[in-house]
């Protein structure tokens, strides 16, 4: 009997995850909608105003999908807590719906802008949140794979965006995103509230009730001992917890070291500059297809990691992903490096940089792409996981934007080689940091993981 009302309770588990990951789905095409549009609005033809915007005006365009990314989720933050995850989740598909909707009806720049700020409100609250509430609805044995495939729904978002966006309209694109966030915001309000959340405001009868739901029953009893001290800590200077709670600040210290890490490796320049280096590597594939190649590649990577996540365990595929990554930058670094100084080999090797760029971003999805953003729905105590996981993204967000803006200038000033190796050599230290600081999380509660802790 416990048995199949735990089979049960793992079934709804990932049907509460599926109507979940339609978020990430919006998420990764919101954050993407620019790169097929931004050439539309530079012809009057395609562009919904009757004049063409600057150079300035269409980076803005683009900029503008970090903007309310990184402030959107400390707001929520606040909300998790003392409303609910569900209403967060809410709050992020109406933001993506009227980020949509000004985008599909826009008449001027401010609407368009306004639109893309919204739509990345919601990009930064689904995030976060995301990470946080499937952490703490699923099983243990579980947990890592339906956490980890949150990082493959951003990708699909991405390929859908790629690969509709060149080959449509203006408006059509914004349809497709109103289409998908209206049903994003169908699928939360069917989704219940955290169990965690219920522990914090002491609501007995709704925690069992929904970990009965879920196929925990045997977690009912763990949590109800554990209520008061709960609710105590939850009624502290949350912020302060975050930092004076011992498992809590070595939770920050060794999340935020390795996101800053994931997003120094370089990932962001390479999608952003990836059509620039298919050029240089004298590849005829049009950008738009370079794109959508490397965000299949990307999919093959995130898709294959939740198989093997409960069963290799984090840490392992985060260094050897770590690795591989550090190799492929090595290897593209040593190919321009052969090209600056003009060596012949060079002509033969025209096929490389995709070759490994491809391999890279293999590697970078299967591990390094997702993995720490797994050990941050884990790693946090109750009243503090919405702050870490919101200081964390923030952190690694904006790590990620300084790099990327950065590659360009690098590129110009001392070479491709040089940018390259910097990203191998920040690879190495995700090795080198994983090895000797992360923790194993394969099969462990989350209570289990604060007392390691």
């Excluded at 826009?106 to 739509?119: A, D, I, W």
């Excluded at 060596?343 to 940089?353: E, F, Y």
Aim: net charge positive.
């Amino acid at each position: 009997m416990l048995q199949s009302l735990r089979i049960t309770g793992i079934r709804l588990q990932v049907i509460i995850s599926l109507c979940l990951y339609v978020g990430p789905i919006v998420a990764g095409y919101a954050g993407s909608w620019s790169g097929p549009v931004i050439p539309k609005l530079r012809d009057l033809e395609q562009s919904p105003f009757p004049y063409l915007l600057t150079e300035t005006q269409l980076a803005l365009v683009g900029s503008f999908a970090y903007l309310g990314a990184i402030p959107g989720p400390y707001i929520t933050t606040w909300i998790s807590n003392t409303k609910g995850r569900k209403p967060c989740l809410i709050a992020s598909a109406v933001f993506a719906v009227l980020g949509f909707i000004l985008l599909t009806t826009t008449q001027n720049l401010v609407m368009l802008y306004f639109g893309r700020f919204l739509g990345s409100v919601s990009f930064g609250t689904t995030t976060v949140v995301s990470f946080v509430y499937i952490g703490e609805i699923a099983s243990p044995n579980i947990r890592g794979i339906l956490l980890s495939i949150i990082g493959a729904m951003f990708t699909v978002g991405s390929i859908l965006a790629f690969s509709s966006g060149p080959y449509i309209s203006y408006h059509g694109t914004s349809y497709i995103g109103l289409a998908l966030s209206i049903f994003q915001l169908l699928a939360v309000l069917w989704i219940p509230e955290s169990p965690i959340f219920y522990a914090l405001k002491g609501q007995d009868k709704e925690l069992i009730k929904v970990l009965q739901d879920l196929g925990r029953p045997q977690d009912a009893e763990k949590l109800l001992k554990m209520r008061k001290e709960m609710i105590e800590t939850n009624t502290k200077k949350e912020w302060m917890d975050l930092f004076s709670v011992k498992s809590n600040r070595k939770a920050l210290f060794i999340v935020v070291v390795i996101n800053v890490l994931q997003h120094g490796s370089g990932v962001m320049a390479m999608l952003f500059f990836s059509a620039a280096i298919f050029e240089m590597a004298g590849s005829s594939i049009p950008p738009n297809i370079a794109m959508v190649i490397i965000g299949c590649c990307q999919l093959m990577g995130s898709t294959v990691t939740p198989f093997f996540v409960e069963t290799t365990g984090r840490k392992r595929i985060l260094i050897i992903s770590s690795a591989m990554c550090s190799l492929s930058m090595f290897t593209l670094g040593l190919y321009f490096y052969l090209d600056l100084i003009g060596n012949p080999i060079v002509n033969n090797l025209k096929w490389l940089p995709l070759v490994v760029l491809i391999l890279f971003y293999i590697s970078y999805d299967s591990g390094l792409g997702i993995i720490p953003n797994t050990l941050m729905g884990e790693m946090f105590t109750t009243n503090v996981r919405s702050k870490g996981s919101t200081v964390t993204m923030t952190t690694s967000w904006l790590c990620g934007f300084l790099v990327s803006t950065a590659f360009g200038a690098l590129l110009e000033t001392v070479g491709g080689h040089v940018a390259f190796w910097f990203f191998s050599c920040v690879c190495a230290c995700a090795v080198v940091f994983t090895i000797f600081f992360v923790p194993e999380t394969k099969g462990k509660t989350l209570l289990e993981i604060q007392e390691a802790l």
